[in-house]
């Protein structure tokens, strides 16, 4: 097309000259070779050679064709209505010429224009067809930015294709192409939409997602059956988005897209509601109408996918595109090209070409100009090059940063394995100062001190590491406030085995990452995650994984009108409710100072009774039902017993099993259990034997759990992963089903029930009998009534003389129904029973501790609960005589089973032992008593008894000195465990004294107790009873059933059921307490409490009081103290730090305090009393007690002290409030104990 003769059509014409001139120095090429790019991201400037053999004919027609297509451009941007983009909108040349209007000698606005010669024609023809090829070159870079979705590159483009066609329309050439005004591209370049099985980029903002592209031909091998983590997508309210009976599942992992799922997979009725927190799914089916795979419910106990299985397939199907793209874009412009050059072949022309040698799948780099054609260049064009960042087989690297290393790397397995001078063992960290762990060296050495969290390197509590031993210096050697200074110090090198918390869930609060509390919505991205453990280390969350209700929350407190607030407590209120979370610690790298989380559940606000029990049975590692229910499954193995019910309602023993065993049913047996107990597993009875005067034949008798528990079954394996019943305040998580644990095996009064009994002799004067010898056996039994600890203890203290069976008598006594004696059962008989097993069991109590028997008597708290079982009222539980008589029974009849099992099976039996107590810790106590003027002994348990014994009617300052020892006591006493008899090794155990020990008492409640059923059902039949079981009994008259063979366990069974048995035991207790602080907290919030305290130890920074009323004891801060000044201060008055602590003994520390500026100081030692506030602190979580120190007993009225020292009456019901809630403290007991501990110590 010619120019006009103007000033810009001047330099429109040099402009094409000159490049004209260029390309004809060229030296002359194949038409293969001819090809030419001028790579752009707008309309590239190119220009022909010039051939004198082109006929005319061909220049009229190349120019007929050039003009339609430029009338058909005009005729579609006029009807468009659109103009210049904005970017081309800008100088003086453009205004100029909008201004002037249309120019009259321009042929596409003046139809009377001349017309233009045959050479004008020709590269008017030759630049359509080169338009045509850029016009496919800019649609081809277009696809390449749209698929990378990099916003700053479209821009730098945007900028330099804007420029550019300014340039030409200003000058009067084409007009370019209309630009979207939003991402600055070519509306006109043809958009191909991926398939509809190609999951969509995510981009929003500068967040960038690239779902990996799944093929559906290779979906199989890359998805199916894969076991993927997720959760249902749900809208803004938090209600899951159905679409029919579909859903939609989101992947945990994003390197997997988005599936469906059915409503049906997930709901076994349509009132249950859908869930709305994670779960497994399994990846099934992906029909053909279906743009998503489509998966089902994962089965319990399914392993989640490794994630770099996914991220491998990620990466592979990438590259594959990556590669077929460029595969079809090289073949598209080469079939193109060679069309043009076929054509124009003939005619010697000289065409450009794109360039073969770019890679779509690389992105241009930032700020990178376009490249020029120089001749020096020429002869490579067309040829592949390998642009920056490339590698060789035309796949970007990506180059990671060099982050700094804050931690030092773990030694690999095998390098640990050949080291001789590490130590292997579980960490256990400090939960009063996270600052320190330690790692137990075995028996008789001090356990390792890690001090710091660099020489922790990474673990977290729980994990089994190896340590590597540091020559200690003079300032690391220093002792605090525990003397654990002179413990070993140690770092740890690598970590061999992940604990349940690195890997299980982990409950806590969020805050912000700055130390106030407080989140900066415009700088920060991260929060920090503080675990309600403090063993564990805090997390971080990044910002677009915060929750929407956390992000509320820092608003709120960082609102003006929470000035005040902040202020007074670093941005969070002081009862202000926070969300509780789970989450799941990630992997924890070299350059990250915290780990990094992921949120995996909202539980709910902190305070809330169901949330805080919710958070307490996570962090317990709790992975079944929260309200105790069990599978269908598990339910399935009861349903034989389900349907044969009777008329009377209850299950009936067949004949046939009757007849196989003894028969106990005319004997007077008595349950005695707490007052709400449902789940009745033992049962005492005692006879005369004939002919000898003073010699008593007492039975034990235990609920049989193994009749209806089938080895193996799925209810068998459920109660193996659960291994005991969880007790809280409020309810009870059962080991077996109700069904069992409340109906089939509780040993209710007027029903018959099968039984697993022990007898054995004991003389008048509480000394076991070796003979006749003890007996055990399956027998048949019907108690006579169902007695609590209170009633027993009302009977055995009332005269036998005035007990009588009348309705004003059982009134009297407060006694139920239940407790009533069945038809042709006396309650004197009944009494006189009671009186006789308290006589004997106080007689054997005494002479087991004189044998080297030792107790710690640790008070507890119970709660009267109301309606909702919110509590009201606190009280102290005190164990009375008929609980250490019902112990006494239950030890004795454990020990007998456990000499069974031994010498049945040496190598083989699972029996309960407890190690000596740290020898150290126990000189030290002593040193320290003997400080204070109060020697003990401590060298066997005998003496260590009887010193305890003379304490106990000595006091300091109305503390009692039992009790303040009895606390030191507890650092030193080692838990009892569950292990697997050895001939080599001792089992023996510390507190009670005995060689061998086990539980069988307890089976509803604990899968040790089945275990030990199973196995004593092997041993009698191998060493068979003595004939003689006790007085007038009817012996089977069918022959026993044996017990099946796959219930005689080998010893690496034997030793996975002790472990799992003592984490879970572990659990149980830790979720018991935990229950009790809640309780205890809730119950101070609306009466906070006055109390006496004594101080039972003393560092620089810190002091221990004991509460002696609530059995506790907690730790203060003397910065917390609300006072002029307070600080601990030796004899002469100087204050003690860090530098002179390790040479003051904790008997010549003080507590000095001064009230107010002028008034004298106070000071306060050891076991001198202090006069503490309780109140409940609710935030930040866990919510727990509150101890601070008041300045008098000025404020003590006699309404505060509500948790005074009751009788033995007291135990389980607190001081009566309304009549209406006379029911409401019947259930008021605390449940938060193994029934087992209210009779006894943890054994």
């Known amino acids: 097309e010619s120019s006009p003769a103007t000033e810009a059509d001047s330099k429109t014409d040099q402009y094409f000259s000159s490049y004209g001139e260029e390309l004809a120095d060229l030296p002359e090429s194949k038409p293969e070779d001819d090809v030419v790019i001028l790579e752009d991201s707008g309309p590239s400037i190119t220009s022909t050679s010039k051939s004198p053999e082109v006929s005319q004919k061909h220049v009229k027609s190349e120019q007929k064709k050039a003009k339609n297509k430029q009338k058909k451009y005009r005729k579609k941007e006029s009807k468009k209505g659109s103009q210049v983009p904005k970017d081309n909108r800008k100088g003086k040349q453009f205004r100029d010429s909008k201004k002037r209007g249309p120019k009259r000698n321009d042929k596409r606005n003046d139809k009377h224009a001349p017309k233009s010669s045959p050479k004008e024609e020709f590269e008017e023809g030759a630049e359509g067809v080169i338009e045509q090829l850029l016009l496919e070159n800019i649609e081809r870079n277009h696809e390449d930015r749209r698929r990378r979705k990099n916003k700053k590159r479209s821009e730098n483009k945007k900028g330099k294709k804007g420029k550019d066609s300014k340039v030409m329309h200003a000058e009067g050439g084409r007009k370019p192409a209309p630009t979207d005004k939003k991402h600055g591209k070519n509306q006109n370049a043809s958009r191909k939409r991926q398939p509809s099985f190609v999951p969509k980029s995510v981009s929003k903002g500068n967040k960038k997602r690239d779902w990996p592209v799944w093929k559906r031909s290779e979906w199989k091998s890359r998805l199916q059956n894969q076991v993927l983590e997720g959760r249902l997508r749900v809208d803004k309210k938090g209600e899951v988005i159905i679409y029919g009976q579909l859903c939609t599942f989101l992947p945990t992992d994003k390197s997997f897209p988005k599936m469906m799922i059915r409503k049906s997979a997930l709901q076994k009725n349509q009132s249950q509601p859908l869930p709305t927190e994670i779960f497994k799914v399994m990846v099934k089916t992906w029909p053909l109408w279906s743009k998503n795979p489509h998966c089902t419910k994962a089965k319990k106990g399914a392993k989640v996918s490794d994630k770099k299985q996914g991220d491998t397939a990620r990466n592979g199907e990438m590259n594959e595109v990556r590669n077929s793209l460029n595969q079809k874009a090289e073949s598209r412009v080469t079939e193109k090209t060679a069309d043009v050059i076929e054509k124009s072949s003939a005619r010697n022309t000289r065409i450009p070409s794109t360039n073969k040698a770019e890679d779509i799948s690389q992105p241009r780099e930032k700020n990178k100009r376009p490249a020029k054609l120089e001749k020096s260049c020429a002869s490579n064009v067309g040829t592949p090059s390998k642009s920056r960042g490339e590698s060789s087989t035309g796949t970007p690297e990506r180059k990671e940063k060099k982050r700094r290393e804050v931690w030092k790397k773990h030694m690999l397995p095998e390098d640990v394995a050949k080291s001789k001078d590490l130590i292997l063992g579980e960490i256990r960290v400090n939960g009063k100062n996270s600052r320190r762990a330690y790692v137990s060296r075995g028996e008789g050495l001090r356990d390792i001190l890690i001090d710091g969290h660099s020489r922790r390197n990474r673990a977290i509590h729980g994990d089994t590491v190896a340590v590597k031993l540091l020559q200690s210096d003079s300032k690391e050697s220093k002792s605090n406030s525990d003397d654990e200074g002179q413990s070993p110090l140690g770092e740890v090198v690598a970590i061999m085995k992940a604990g349940d918390k690195r890997d299980g869930l982990v409950t806590g609060t969020l805050t912000g990452a700055a130390r106030d509390g407080v989140v900066d919505f415009s700088k920060d991205k991260v929060c920090r995650f503080i675990p309600l453990d403090k063993r564990l280390p805090v997390g971080l969350v990044g910002r677009s994984r915060w929750p929407v209700e956390?992000?509320?929350?820092?608003?709120?407190?960082?609102?003006?009108?929470?000035?005040?607030?902040?202020?007074?407590?670093?941005?969070?209120?002081?009862?202000?409710?926070?969300?509780?979370?789970?989450?799941?610690?990630?992997?924890?790298?070299?350059?990250?100072?915290?780990?990094?989380?992921?949120?995996?559940?909202?539980?709910?606000?902190?305070?809330?009774?169901?949330?805080?029990?919710?958070?307490?049975?996570?962090?317990?590692?709790?992975?079944?039902?929260?309200?105790?229910?069990?599978?269908?499954?598990?339910?399935?193995?009861?349903?034989?017993?389900?349907?044969?019910?009777?008329?009377?309602?209850?299950?009936?023993?067949?004949?046939?099993?009757?007849?196989?065993?003894?028969?106990?049913?005319?004997?007077?047996?008595?349950?005695?259990?707490?007052?709400?107990?449902?789940?009745?597993?033992?049962?005492?009875?005692?006879?005369?034997?004939?002919?000898?005067?003073?010699?008593?034949?007492?039975?034990?008798?235990?609920?049989?759990?193994?009749?209806?528990?089938?080895?193996?079954?799925?209810?068998?394996?459920?109660?193996?992963?659960?291994?005991?019943?969880?007790?809280?305040?409020?309810?009870?998580?059962?080991?077996?089903?109700?069904?069992?644990?409340?109906?089939?095996?509780?040993?209710?009064?007027?029903?018959?029930?099968?039984?697993?009994?022990?007898?054995?002799?004991?003389?008048?004067?509480?000394?076991?009998?070796?003979?006749?010898?003890?007996?055990?056996?399956?027998?048949?039994?019907?108690?006579?009534?169902?007695?609590?600890?209170?009633?027993?203890?009302?009977?055995?203290?009332?005269?036998?003389?005035?007990?009588?069976?009348?309705?004003?008598?059982?009134?009297?006594?407060?006694?139920?129904?239940?407790?009533?004696?069945?038809?042709?059962?006396?309650?004197?008989?009944?009494?006189?029973?009671?009186?006789?097993?308290?006589?004997?069991?106080?007689?054997?109590?005494?002479?087991?501790?004189?044998?080297?028997?030792?107790?710690?008597?640790?008070?507890?708290?119970?709660?009267?609960?109301?309606?909702?079982?919110?509590?009201?009222?606190?009280?102290?539980?005190?164990?009375?005589?008929?609980?250490?008589?019902?112990?006494?029974?239950?030890?004795?009849?454990?020990?007998?089973?456990?000499?069974?099992?031994?010498?049945?099976?040496?190598?083989?039996?699972?029996?309960?032992?407890?190690?000596?107590?740290?020898?150290?810790?126990?000189?030290?106590?002593?040193?320290?008593?003997?400080?204070?003027?109060?020697?003990?002994?401590?060298?066997?348990?005998?003496?260590?008894?009887?010193?305890?014994?003379?304490?106990?009617?000595?006091?300091?300052?109305?503390?009692?000195?039992?009790?303040?020892?009895?606390?030191?006591?507890?650092?030193?006493?080692?838990?009892?465990?569950?292990?697997?008899?050895s001939q080599d090794s001792s089992c023996k155990h510390y507190a009670l004294n005995f060689d061998s020990y086990t539980h069988f008492t307890s089976p509803i409640r604990r899968y040790v107790d089945v275990i030990v059923h199973r196995q004593l059902a092997h041993a009698i039949i191998k060493a068979p009873n003595d004939t003689y079981i006790t007085e007038d009994v009817k012996k089977p008259t069918a022959k026993s059933t044996e017990p099946p063979v796959s219930t005689l366990y080998n010893r690496s069974t034997i030793e996975d059921i002790a472990d799992t048995c003592n984490q879970r035991k572990m659990n149980a207790k830790q979720a018991s307490e935990m229950s009790s602080r809640v309780y205890l907290a809730l119950c101070l919030r609306t009466k906070p409490l006055i109390s006496k305290a004594a101080i039972i130890d003393m560092g620089y920074k810190s002091f221990k009081v004991l509460i002696h009323n609530l059995g506790m004891d907690r730790q203060i801060y003397v910065q917390d103290i609300k006072a002029a000044e307070a600080y601990v201060v030796n004899k002469q008055g100087e204050k003690i730090d860090e530098k002179n602590e390790s040479k003051i003994p904790k008997i010549e520390r003080f507590l000095q305090i001064v009230w107010n500026a002028g008034d004298k100081p106070i000071r306060v030692g050891l076991l001198e009393p202090l006069t503490v506030k309780l109140t409940a602190k609710m935030a930040p979580p866990p919510i727990d007690m509150r101890v601070s120190v008041i300045r008098d007993d000025s404020e003590i009225t006699k309404n505060d002290l509500e948790v005074t020292e009751g009788d033995e009456s007291k135990e389980e019901v607190a001081p009566k409030k309304e009549e209406k809630k006379v029911e409401a403290l019947k259930r008021s007991t605390s449940l938060a104990s193994d029934p087992g501990d209210l009779y006894g110590n943890d054994y």
């Not at 004067?765 to 009534?785: A, D, H, M």
């Not at 710690?856 to 708290?861: D, F, M, Q, T």
């Open 550 to 981: 956390f992000m509320e929350e820092m608003k709120k407190k960082n609102s003006v009108e929470k000035e005040k607030e902040k202020k007074m407590s670093g941005g969070i209120p002081e009862d202000a409710p926070t969300y509780i979370y789970a989450v799941k610690f990630q992997d924890w790298e070299l350059h990250q100072r915290m780990p990094f989380v992921d949120l995996k559940q909202k539980i709910g606000m902190t305070g809330n009774i169901k949330a805080e029990t919710h958070a307490i049975l996570t962090e317990c590692d709790v992975d079944y039902d929260f309200d105790g229910k069990f599978e269908e499954d598990c339910i399935a193995c009861l349903k034989p017993f389900e349907q044969k019910e009777s008329k009377k309602g209850n299950w009936e023993i067949p004949q046939a099993e009757i007849n196989r065993r003894v028969d106990l049913r005319h004997k007077r047996i008595t349950t005695i259990d707490p007052t709400t107990a449902r789940d009745l597993d033992d049962a005492i009875s005692i006879d005369k034997v004939k002919g000898k005067n003073g010699v008593f034949r007492v039975g034990v008798h235990i609920a049989d759990v193994t009749y209806f528990l089938e080895p193996n079954s799925a209810l068998d394996e459920e109660a193996k992963h659960r291994a005991t019943t969880i007790y809280l305040v409020q309810k009870s998580l059962p080991m077996l089903p109700r069904l069992l644990s409340e109906n089939l095996c509780s040993l209710a009064p007027k029903v018959d029930r099968l039984a697993f009994s022990c007898f054995f002799t004991m003389s008048a004067t509480g000394q076991l009998l070796p003979e006749p010898k003890p007996w055990f056996g399956r027998t048949v039994i019907r108690t006579c009534c169902q007695l609590d600890y209170k009633t027993a203890q009302k009977l055995v203290d009332t005269d036998l003389n005035n007990v009588v069976d009348s309705k004003e008598f059982y009134e009297e006594m407060e006694m139920p129904e239940r407790m009533v004696p069945i038809s042709g059962v006396s309650l004197k008989d009944v009494t006189r029973d009671l009186k006789l097993f308290t006589k004997i069991a106080m007689m054997r109590r005494r002479s087991r501790f004189n044998t080297g028997a030792v107790t710690l008597n640790r008070a507890k708290v119970g709660f009267a609960l109301d309606e909702n079982q919110l509590p009201y009222e606190m009280f102290e539980y005190k164990r009375g005589h008929s609980n250490k008589m019902i112990e006494e029974y239950m030890l004795l009849a454990n020990l007998l089973v456990a000499e069974k099992l031994r010498s049945v099976f040496p190598e083989g039996s699972l029996l309960r032992m407890q190690p000596d107590p740290d020898k150290n810790q126990l000189l030290q106590m002593q040193e320290l008593m003997k400080a204070l003027g109060h020697p003990i002994q401590v060298s066997s348990g005998k003496e260590l008894h009887d010193s305890m014994e003379k304490l106990d009617k000595k006091s300091v300052n109305g503390v009692n000195l039992r009790a303040f020892a009895e606390m030191l006591l507890t650092k030193p006493m080692k838990l009892a465990m569950y292990v697997c008899s």
